[in-house]
Antibody
């Protein structure tokens, strides 16, 4: 069965960096686009970024563009999110999610991890 | 604009029908999707594309699309349907967008 598990969250000071990981299993990881979605405490969902199945195409929300970098290692079935220049407003639970439509993403998220909490605080 | 707007909260009596709507310009060009989120849980996909339900989602959930609006209807709401519901779409530049969310209370 499909399983996504995030890790790497924690407490970090403003301006510092963090790298999140998402370990995937139960499906052919290399044939699916993948997303990161975040949710600030008590707030709604916010789409963050997508990476194509082969890693060649990436798109970012304006709120993180230039600070966050998505990447993947298909040999390790793992998705990453590098968070740089962190701000208090980046505090959120970060979810990785699979795009339902395989090679050509439709932005339908059919499987989600349980999330990892990033807290940006001095 | 790629914003998606939802009513903040709706309530429905047990066994009755409720419709949640989501409006935004991107929905004129791309089908949206709907997610159910219960407290302290990850979201769950309940509807996507042209009114498609993922496996395991009860058929009391249905969807419709018209112009800049997508809707999710729960026919015969159950206590377990009480949750936050979010719509989602994308824009032509490759960015995704979520709606503002609707809290559904089952009375």
């Amino acid at each position: 069965q499909v399983h996504l598990e995030e890790s790497g969250g924690g407490v970090v000071q403003p301006g510092r960096s963090l790298r999140l990981s998402c370990a995937a299993s139960g499906f052919t990881f290399s044939t699916y686009g993948m997303h990161w979605v975040r949710q600030a405490p008590g707030k709604g969902l916010e789409w963050v970024t997508i990476i194509s199945y082969d890693g060649n195409n990436k798109y970012y929300a304006d709120s993180v563009k230039g600070r966050f970098t998505i990447s993947r290692d298909n040999s390790k079935n793992t998705l990453y999110l590098q968070l740089n220049s962190l701000r208090a407003e980046d505090t959120a639970v970060y979810y990785c999610a699979r795009d339902l439509n395989g090679y050509v993403p439709d932005y339908y998220f059919d499987f989600w991890g349980q999330g990892t909490l990033v807290t940006v605080s001095s | 604009s790629s914003e998606l707007t939802q009513d903040p909260a709706v309530s429905v009596a047990l066994g009755q029908t409720v419709r949640i709507t989501c409006q935004g310009d991107s929905l004129r060009n791309y089908y949206g999707s709907w997610y159910q989120q219960k407290p302290r849980q990850a979201p769950v996909l309940v509807m996507y594309g042209k009114n498609k339900r993922p496996p395991g989602i009860p058929d009391r959930f249905s969807g419709s699309n018209s112009g800049n609006t997508t809707s999710l209807t729960i026919t015969g709401a159950q206590a377990e349907d009480e949750a936050d519901y979010y719509c989602n779409s994308r824009d032509s530049s490759g960015k995704g967008v979520f709606g503002t969310g609707t809290k559904v209370t089952v009375l």
